[in-house]
């Protein structure tokens, strides 16, 4: 089994900043990619940021230029530095990774979210 532990939300004024981390465990043979994506009362989960191998990276276009994702293959961690916080940042955000296992296969996981409130 694979578990995907995040750390480093909370409450932060607009314009400050927070850094989230995601480390996963267990049977891992290789991480296809990782990423981050949030989900805001009333509203659907939406992608915030991906990194797959090879270094390349996504964002939506609401977090261009404020949050940055980074990946320590040695630690099998993710982590996303948000800059700039801004009011409508307020969501729970949950870290996805795509795992390859012998035995299982290829595999979704998610962590058990970890909210970030950003006062105005």
């Known amino acids: 089994q694979v578990q995907l532990v995040e750390s480093g939300g909370g409450l932060v004024q607009a314009g400050g900043s927070l850094r989230l981390s995601c480390a996963a465990s267990g049977s891992i043979f290789s991480i296809r990619s990782m990423a981050w994506y949030r989900q805001a009362p009333g509203k659907l989960r939406e992608l915030v940021a991906a990194?797959?191998?090879?270094?390349?990276?996504d964002y939506i276009d609401s977090v261009k230029g404020r949050f940055t994702i980074s990946r320590d293959d040695a630690k099998n961690t993710v982590y996303l530095q948000m800059n700039s916080l801004k009011p409508e940042d307020t969501a729970v955000y949950y870290c996805n990774a795509v795992i390859l296992n012998p035995k299982l296969g290829e595999n979704d996981y998610w962590g058990q979210g970890t909210q970030v409130t950003v006062s105005s």
């Open positions: 990194t797959r191998s090879g270094g390349n990276t």
